[in-house]
């Protein structure tokens, strides 16, 4: 009797006032002989009365009979029991096997005890809802202490699942009914208990799980799915409870840095982690919640020993459990004010400086390990550690012993990231990957924040950011590194911000291959996919040409090496050329003029670079921006050299352009005004496309030029409206001018620049300006025409005749464009057309004119002396017949017309034929050899008259014209 029973006054006779239950309700009470009775029974397994040996069924319901009715028997019974459910869940599980196998009909059957696992929980049902105080921690104990025995002993078994399968270990379980009423029994047990003291329960969970984990998870995550908000704080409550009973020595705190030494000295902390990361996936707002309001209610005044050691034990959980740490990390970081971190700096300002190093050294593994808010966690660090400013709000200052602290961990986080960085070397065929950071892993996505943070040059803070962007380069090879430096380039404003890009890039080229190459198709991706903003835009290419101009010697510089890269994209970059913003269009010309052109490029992609350029050249001049002017000019220039098809291909859609009507204008030109049928119809609003199409097809210049137009209007909108012409001052006229013939003598230069700055022309060039030239402004007309006919024949081409001094009248630039092309000798013989067109009208001018004085009519005289002047400097006249144009304003209009006839006559006599030039190689220059031509004299016979009648004039100016 004495082995069935508790000591006094552990569980007193049933009925007692002692603290035992009552008997629960159903058979009556028995007598003392029939309770030796079933104690014998109970003890032999021997039926008293007819001496046989009793079944398991039987010697079970004995031993409920008997914990009935002597409850201080409870400690054998409940062994005894141990035995029921494990002969229940043999059989459950060998059924299971032989339906799987197919001997299930070979198998004799097994002893059904369902209705005494019922019985047994019926009973422990009824002691635990009587007797909560005395049995819910007994029974809870015993219940999940078998359990976890069963898990344990028959986890090898061929029908159960691997502990990994958490689901299927879970449905396998609560499918049989012996541990399935276990579960009921613990609920209950814990239920009962968990409004006043549920510690008992949930320690015999976490001792269970020490013992038995991983086979016993299951029960874990059934439990926790069940009681979430209690287990988690009762878990965490007993876990830091054996933290301190096995962590602390008298009052000095131990850190435990590695997980395995902590599990050994804290044997409840790995299953309190365990328990914690089943329920994590479900439950993590509630985790986040107690492990929030057990740090922050560490940091009370009193600060016991359980206060003391809440900090180190959850770094431990956090060491133990990344999934913890990123559960709580980021909102742990936000609650982590100026008040707070004093506090915790009070706190821990006694510890020796050992354990102060060595939690210092567990803060960096976790920040490295940590992949929740790690940028929220490096924003915090830093701006912690930087230096106070003097206006800070005293409630808002944190300690200058916080303020270090930080300072260190920041910097033991950078010699940390850079040891796991720098040593996880390259992995071959038969290795791993290499180990994951999955603090930089996390700041992938935060390379544009690191930058500008990098760029406030604010002492300490861009040293660390740009340490940062190294080592996150490094290990996110090589999509980082070029993501990194691009947003350097759109972001830095200033040398000294763009100077970081360049040491970026010192730092990683010595690691690594294509960078810049990668950066600037970056750029070109960004560009198309229009993710970048009109300033963004104009400031990279801004930065990547002052890049280029910085280290631009070298081929081992970054500027060289970016040159490179750039002109691999001249076209994308080209297109940027034509954007409707000013500024960005200028950057793009600047950087385009400081990029080398690639000999290989592709001629489609030249031309429309050409074309581009040429475009924003005249754009930058209609808007009077002396920036634009100058970078297109200096890109024009650097494309005329590319090859001697791009020098004429500038050559051309420059004079196109300066003559199309869109920009005559900006050199003074007349602009046609609207015909008189288009403002009828566009008064009257009756547009017929049609006819308006039909008519101006019939005037359209088909000379095939970039410039053609094939349409006048807009299908339901009629005509396009004029434009009221834009009238420019003399002053921008000429300065508009002067530009121009400056480009256009830069692209024309023979021998290269040099040759360009002392003015010479080349005579292909000329020749190219003197083509466009005619076909501007004469398309119907073929270069062949060279001879002069004679001058009766300028009755068969009065209209033609009248177009070409019409366009001059309108256009001065033409005179200009025409002494350009003289310069150029002997490219003047392919405008012959032009000199005869407009000669003839001015002949016709003179003869009709009944003035008495040539300066009545300023724009003939001024032609007249343009067009003489013009021929002799292209060596088509002599010098003596060269001259005359200087005595035009002293003479009578008919004196004129007799002087031009003579030059008519020489002209048509000597006809300008390029075969008739020799080439001077000392000078570099074509010249023609007047002396083999026919006799000069007899066309200096009306000129001499004209000086003999105005001797009292011109007779000083009589020696330029005798040889």
């Known amino acids: 009797?004495?082995?069935?029973?508790?000591?006094?006054?552990?569980?007193?006779?049933?009925?007692?006032?002692?603290?035992?239950?009552?008997?629960?309700?159903?058979?009556?009470?028995?007598?003392?002989?029939?309770?030796?009775?079933?104690?014998?029974?109970?003890?032999?397994?021997?039926?008293?009365?007819?001496?046989?040996?009793?079944?398991?069924?039987?010697?079970?319901?004995?031993?409920?009979?008997?914990?009935?009715?002597?409850?201080?028997?409870?400690?054998?019974?409940?062994?005894?029991?141990?035995?029921?459910?494990?002969?229940?869940?043999?059989?459950?599980?060998?059924?299971?096997?032989?339906?799987?196998?197919?001997?299930?009909?070979?198998?004799?059957?097994?002893?059904?005890?369902?209705?005494?696992?019922?019985?047994?929980?019926?009973?422990?049902?009824?002691?635990?809802?009587?007797?909560?105080?005395?049995?819910?921690?007994?029974?809870?104990?015993?219940?999940?202490?078998?359990?976890?025995?069963?898990?344990?002993?028959?986890?090898?078994?061929?029908?159960?699942?691997?502990?990994?399968?958490?689901?299927?270990?879970?449905?396998?379980?609560?499918?049989?009914?012996?541990?399935?009423?276990?579960?009921?029994?613990?609920?209950?047990?814990?239920?009962?208990?968990?409004?006043?003291?549920?510690?008992?329960?949930?320690?015999?969970?976490?001792?269970?799980?020490?013992?038995?984990?991983?086979?016993?998870?299951?029960?874990?995550?059934?439990?926790?799915?069940?009681?979430?908000?209690?287990?988690?704080?009762?878990?965490?409550?007993?876990?830091?409870?054996?933290?301190c009973a096995h962590g602390a020595a008298s009052a000095d705190l131990l850190l435990f840095p590695s997980a395995p030494a902590a599990d050994k000295r804290v044997p409840k902390i790995a299953s309190v982690v365990g328990i914690l990361g089943h329920l994590a996936s479900r439950h993590s707002d509630s985790i986040k919640q107690e492990l929030l309001a057990m740090f922050h209610g560490s940091l009370g005044p009193a600060w016991e020993p359980p206060q003391k050691a809440t900090v180190p034990f959850l770094l431990q959980l956090a060491v133990m459990s990344p999934a913890l740490l990123g559960t709580i990390s980021a909102e742990l970081v936000d609650s982590l004010k100026p008040s707070v971190l004093n506090q915790l700096h009070q706190h821990f300002a006694s510890l020796p400086r050992e354990d102060l190093e060595n939690m210092v050294s567990i803060v960096v593994h976790l920040i490295c390990q940590t992949s929740g808010g790690a940028y929220r966690t490096l924003q915090f660090l830093v701006n912690t550690a930087m230096p106070a400013s003097v206006i800070t709000t005293p409630g808002l200052a944190v300690h200058d012993g916080v303020r270090d602290a930080c300072d260190r961990i920041i910097q033991l986080l950078l010699l940390n990231l850079q040891k796991l960085v720098y040593n996880r070397g390259s992995p071959t065929l038969a290795e791993s990957p290499p180990r994951a950071i999955p603090f930089l892993d996390k700041l992938k996505g935060h390379v544009?924040?690191?930058?500008?943070?990098?760029?406030?040059?604010?002492?300490?803070?861009?040293?660390?950011?740009?340490?940062?962007?190294?080592?996150?380069?490094?290990?996110?090879?090589?999509?980082?590194?070029?993501?990194?430096?691009?947003?350097?380039?759109?972001?830095?404003?200033?040398?000294?911000?763009?100077?970081?890009?360049?040491?970026?890039?010192?730092?990683?080229?010595?690691?690594?291959?294509?960078?810049?190459?990668?950066?600037?198709?970056?750029?070109?991706?960004?560009?198309?996919?229009?993710?970048?903003?009109?300033?963004?835009?104009?400031?990279?290419?801004?930065?990547?040409?002052?890049?280029?101009?910085?280290?631009?010697?070298?081929?081992?510089?970054?500027?060289?090496?970016?040159?490179?890269?750039?002109?691999?994209?001249?076209?994308?970059?080209?297109?940027?050329?034509?954007?409707?913003?000013?500024?960005?269009?200028?950057?793009?010309?600047?950087?385009?003029?400081?990029?080398?052109?690639?000999?290989?490029?592709?001629?489609?992609?030249?031309?429309?670079?050409?074309?581009?350029?040429?475009?924003?050249?005249?754009?930058?001049?209609?808007?009077?921006?002396?920036?634009?002017?100058?970078y297109g000019s200096r890109l024009l220039g650097g494309l005329s050299g590319a090859s001697p098809t791009a020098g004429k291909a500038i050559l051309q859609y420059l004079v196109e352009g300066a003559l199309h009507p869109g920009n005559a204008e900006l050199f003074g030109g007349a602009v046609p005004p609207p015909s008189t049928r288009s403002d009828a119809l566009l008064e009257t609003g009756h547009v017929s496309l049609l006819d308006v199409n039909r008519r101006f097809t019939a005037a359209v210049n088909f000379s095939g030029s970039v410039w053609s137009v094939f349409h006048a209007g807009v299908i339901g909108q009629g005509l396009k409206p004029p434009r009221a012409p834009r009238r420019h001052a003399p002053e921008e006229v000429s300065q508009n001018a002067q530009t121009f013939l400056s480009?256009?003598?830069?692209?024309?230069?023979?021998?290269?620049?040099?040759?360009?700055?002392?003015?010479?022309?080349?005579?292909?060039?000329?020749?190219?300006?003197?083509?466009?030239?005619?076909?501007?402004?004469?398309?119907?007309?073929?270069?062949?025409?060279?001879?002069?006919?004679?001058?009766?024949?300028?009755?068969?081409?009065?209209?033609?005749?009248?177009?070409?001094?019409?366009?001059?009248?309108?256009?001065?630039?033409?005179?200009?464009?025409?002494?350009?092309?003289?310069?150029?000798?002997?490219?003047?013989?392919?405008?012959?057309?032009?000199?005869?067109?407009?000669?003839?009208?001015?002949?016709?001018?003179?003869?009709?004119?009944?003035?008495?004085?040539?300066?009545?009519?300023p724009w003939h005289l001024q032609a007249s002396c343009a067009l003489v002047a013009c021929m002799g400097e292209g060596h088509l006249l002599p010098p003596l017949l060269s001259n005359m144009h200087e005595i035009f304003d002293q003479l009578a209009p008919f004196e004129v017309h007799l002087l031009l006839l003579s030059v008519w006559d020489y002209m048509r006599d000597n006809c300008p034929l390029p075969q008739k030039f020799s080439f001077d190689a000392e000078t570099g220059l074509f010249f023609r050899d007047f002396s083999r031509d026919v006799d000069v004299g007899k066309y200096l016979y009306v000129l001499h008259s004209v000086l003999h009648k105005n001797i009292d004039r011109l007779g000083l100016l009589s020696g330029r014209f005798h040889p």
């Not at 025409?818 to 067109?837: I, K, Q, T």
């Not at 003179?846 to 040539?854: A, M, Q, Y």
């Open 448 to 630: 544009r924040e690191l930058c500008v943070e990098a760029l406030r040059l604010e002492r300490k803070r861009y040293l660390w950011q740009h340490q940062l962007l190294v080592l996150l380069s490094v290990y996110s090879t090589p999509s980082c590194a070029g993501e990194a430096l691009f947003y350097l380039l759109i972001l830095a404003k200033s040398p000294e911000e763009l100077a970081l890009a360049t040491q970026l890039h010192a730092v990683l080229s010595s690691c690594m291959s294509g960078l810049l190459p990668a950066t600037v198709r970056k750029c070109v991706c960004q560009i198309h996919a229009g993710a970048l903003s009109e300033h963004q835009l104009a400031q990279l290419f801004q930065n990547l040409a002052l890049i280029m101009q910085w280290e631009g010697d070298g081929r081992a510089s970054m500027g060289h090496q970016l040159g490179l890269a750039v002109s691999s994209h001249l076209y994308d970059f080209g297109q940027l050329l034509l954007h409707p913003n000013l500024d960005v269009a200028q950057a793009a010309a600047l950087l385009l003029s400081v990029c080398p052109v690639p000999k290989a490029i592709r001629p489609a992609h030249l031309l429309f670079l050409i074309r581009a350029a040429v475009h924003h050249f005249f754009l930058a001049l209609g808007c009077r921006s002396p920036t634009g002017i100058g």
């Open 743 to 857: 480009l256009l003598l830069q692209c024309c230069g023979a021998g290269g620049p040099e040759a360009a700055r002392r003015g010479a022309v080349g005579p292909e060039a000329a020749k190219t300006v003197a083509v466009v030239l005619v076909d501007a402004v004469c398309p119907d007309v073929t270069n062949s025409e060279l001879a002069w006919p004679p001058e009766e024949h300028t009755r068969n081409t009065v209209e033609r005749d009248l177009r070409i001094e019409r366009a001059f009248r309108d256009n001065p630039l033409l005179f200009q464009l025409l002494s350009l092309v003289a310069a150029g000798r002997p490219a003047l013989c392919y405008c012959s057309v032009l000199l005869r067109g407009l000669m003839a009208t001015l002949m016709a001018h003179w003869e009709g004119s009944r003035e008495n004085d040539t300066t009545s009519s």
């Open 1 to 243: 009797m004495s082995a069935l029973c508790d000591p006094p006054g552990v569980g007193g006779p049933a009925g007692s006032a002692a603290g035992g239950p009552k008997p629960a309700a159903g058979p009556p009470a028995l007598s003392s002989q029939e309770l030796a009775q079933e104690i014998k029974a109970f003890l032999s397994g021997v039926d008293p009365t007819h001496g046989n040996k009793l079944t398991i069924k039987e010697h079970a319901r004995c031993a409920i009979l008997l914990l009935r009715h002597l409850p201080p028997a409870r400690s054998a019974v409940l062994d005894h029991l141990r035995g029921v459910f494990d002969e229940y869940v043999c059989a459950y599980l060998m059924e299971l096997e032989s339906r799987e196998d197919g001997t299930a009909s070979l198998r004799p059957p097994g002893p059904d005890l369902d209705d005494v696992v019922q019985d047994i929980q019926a009973m422990l049902s009824d002691f635990v809802r009587l007797n909560p105080k005395a049995w819910a921690g007994l029974v809870s104990a015993w219940s999940i202490d078998l359990m976890g025995q069963l898990s344990s002993k028959y986890a090898g078994r061929h029908g159960v699942p691997h502990a990994s399968s958490l689901n299927e270990l879970l449905q396998l379980w609560m499918s049989c009914k012996a541990t399935r009423t276990l579960m009921e029994i613990y609920t209950q047990c814990l239920s009962s208990m968990i409004d006043s003291c549920p510690d008992a329960c949930v320690d015999a969970l976490l001792d269970t799980s020490v013992q038995h984990s991983p086979h016993f998870d299951w029960v874990v995550a059934h439990i926790g799915s069940s009681f979430p908000n209690t287990i988690i704080n009762r878990v965490l409550s007993c876990g830091l409870k054996d933290f």
